[in-house]
């Protein structure tokens, strides 16, 4: 008797023929005895319909969809399975992913979900760093701004009644819905980390996430989620969460912008007209033109600037505590 839970995979699709067949086979090469694949493709042109056709276990359909939001909840809708596995399609599971998931989601043990740790691989397969899961509840995952942030979506499954409880995926997001809905489920739920190795993500230009990663419109969409659980406006809790905040997105802008994600200090005029079209505001923000300073004229030359400044500005108050 097959008492392994059923896992329903759900994957949206969007021209990513390139990939998409590791995908498959990373589900298929589980040898698990019970599970369902539900590829939800946007119409795609370069070749993807090709390979899904040859997959006859496959549940697929293509069409057009209002995004990525929108794809996955039409599978996690369709889905019949205890255990829901979100994989993109360029993305792949690790060998006994799905096993460890059997394991820890057992409805006897009370888990509703479990994050693990993810490889973070490059075009062709290769291994550049391992990623483990650093936040659970819900207070870390709101500080992330300042105590760093470790956990990626293609390593986290969860129960179905997940689904029920918090709801589906934000339509409304187009870069920070799963944020959006880990932070929805760790507000009921702490996600349970796992030492094992649960999937892959790949790091290439063409994807979503590669494009818009170094954007204003993916970074202001995450603070916005981010904004509705920091508290109270006017708070002590609050106040340091904008804060905090504003200097992770500071960080982040003048990174994109100087390419210091390269380690070249080249002006990236694309990215800076991006940075003005989606917040113009951020060109004239402190913590912007502080590291745009310290990028272009180095971290000493900031740092004997703001020294300067500093005696400067005590040898004014001393003159002015002097002053009959």
Not at 9 to 31: A, K, M, Y
């Given at each position: ?22 995908c498959i086979r990373s589900v298929l090469d589980q040898e698990y005895p019970s599970f369902e694949h539900l590829i939800y493709d946007n119409c795609s042109t370069d070749g993807t319909l090709d390979i899904l056709r040859r ?130 489920l760790v507000a009921r739920h702490p996600l349970k980390l796992v030492d094992e190795v649960l999937a892959r993500f790949t790091l290439q230009p063409a994807s979503k996430t590669g494009r818009l990663r170094h954007t204003a ?108």
């Amino acid at each position: 008797m097959n008492t392994c839970p059923l896992i329903s995979v759900v994957t949206p699709s969007f021209n990513q023929g390139r990939f998409i067949e590791r995908c498959i086979r990373s589900v298929l090469d589980q040898e698990y005895p019970s599970f369902e694949h539900l590829i939800y493709d946007n119409c795609s042109t370069d070749g993807t319909l090709d390979i899904l056709r040859r997959y006859p276990h496959l549940t697929w359909v293509s069409e057009s969809d209002r995004g990525q939001s929108h794809a996955l909840n039409k599978g996690f809708r369709r889905g019949r399975g205890e255990i829901i596995a979100w994989i993109n399609a360029d993305d792949a599971y690790e060998p006994d992913a799905f096993r460890v998931a059997a394991r820890e989601l057992r409805a006897a043990t009370g888990v509703k979900a479990i994050a693990g740790r993810v490889h973070m691989v490059d075009e062709s397969g290769r291994v550049l760093r391992t990623k483990t899961p650093n936040v659970d509840t819900l207070a870390p995952m709101i500080e992330f701004w300042t105590r760093g942030f470790s956990l990626e979506q293609c390593g986290v499954l969860f129960r179905r009644e997940v689904l029920d409880e918090i709801g589906l995926l934000d339509e409304r997001l187009h870069y920070a819905m799963d944020y959006d809905f880990l932070l929805r489920l760790v507000a009921r739920h702490p996600l349970k980390l796992v030492d094992e190795v649960l999937a892959r993500f790949t790091l290439q230009p063409a994807s979503k996430t590669g494009r818009l990663r170094h954007t204003a419109a993916f970074v202001n969409e995450r603070r916005r989620v981010s904004a509705a659980y920091w508290g109270p406006r006017g708070s002590s809790a609050y106040r340091r969460r904008r804060a905090a905040c504003e200097r992770h997105l500071a960080e982040h802008f003048a990174n994109a912008v100087l390419r210091g994600h390269e380690d070249r200090h080249v002006l990236d005029w694309s990215a800076f007209g991006h940075m003005l079209r989606h917040g113009p505001r951020w060109l004239l923000n402190r913590h912007v033109l502080g590291v745009l300073a310290e990028r272009t004229l180095g971290q000493r030359a900031v740092t004997l600037a703001r020294r300067l400044a500093g005696q400067r500005d005590s040898r004014k108050c001393s003159a002015a505590r002097h002053d009959p």
